[in-house]
């Protein structure tokens, strides 16, 4: 079974400083995808970024960058000069590499930017 | 843009109620995920549907089924409500393959009295 776990029930940052969110992950299964969404206040889900297990180099996405440490199970997300916007709850998923894979999710981390 | 659309965004009902919540994509996507999100548990699996007629059960399926007729649809019935059904439902699909994204629409806030 997979299992993901977030372990910042909420983090404050500075506004224009950067921010790391913790997830780490686990499974057996050596094909997977992890993600990270954003849920603002507003409630819809934002894909923000993603990383393959097979993949050499960490993805980055604008201001955002995912850590890819496979040997320790880790995708923490760095968020780099955030903004004032970047308040939200931020959840990490993982995903094996069957056709029909569920997703699973953190609990999520809320994020408070302070100006 | 890829669309999801849930059929309303605040529910209110009774207790014992047979609830329906429908979910339409506009991508022509294989895949589609339902979902509930309580403070504190993080998005929890309901049911997913991988084809027109195909249905599996998530991680929680219990209280809960689903139909897909359609590949655009997919919806999410409650048989008979009860307030530990109380939660924000979100609707997601996308296509197969490990890469893709969840598309998510904008969510529905379910209050069973």
């Known amino acids: 079974a997979q299992k993901i776990t977030q372990t910042q029930p909420g983090m404050f940052v500075q506004e224009k400083e950067a921010v790391t969110l913790d997830c780490t992950y686990d499974?057996?299964?050596?094909?997977?995808?992890l993600f990270w969404y954003k849920q603002p206040s507003s409630g819809e889900m934002i894909f923000l970024i993603y990383q393959g297990s097979y993949d050499q180099q960490n993805a980055t996405e604008g201001r955002y960058s995912l850590n890819f440490q496979k040997a320790r199970k880790s995708a923490n997300l760095v968020i780099s000069a955030s903004q004032l916007g970047d308040s939200a709850m931020y959840f990490c998923a993982m995903r094996i590499n069957t056709n029909a894979g569920k997703s699973t999710f953190g609990d999520g981390t809320t994020l408070t930017v302070k100006p | 843009d890829v669309k999801v659309t849930q059929s309303s965004r605040y529910l209110v009902k009774r207790t014992g109620e047979k609830v329906f919540l429908e979910c339409v994509q506009d991508m022509d996507h294989e895949n589609m995920f339902w979902y509930r999100q309580d403070p504190g548990l993080g998005l929890r699996l309901i049911y997913f549907s991988y084809d027109v007629k195909m249905k599996e059960k998530g991680d929680i399926p219990e209280g809960y089924s689903v139909s897909r007729e359609k590949k655009e649809r997919f919806s999410l019935i409650l048989e008979s409500a009860s307030t530990n059904q109380t939660s924000m439902y979100l609707c997601?699909?996308?296509?197969?393959?490990?890469?893709?994204?969840?598309?998510f629409g904008p969510g529905t806030r379910l209050t069973v009295t």
């Open positions: 499974t057996s299964d050596p094909s997977y995808g």
């Open positions: 997601a699909s996308r296509p197969p393959g490990l890469a893709y994204e969840q598309y």
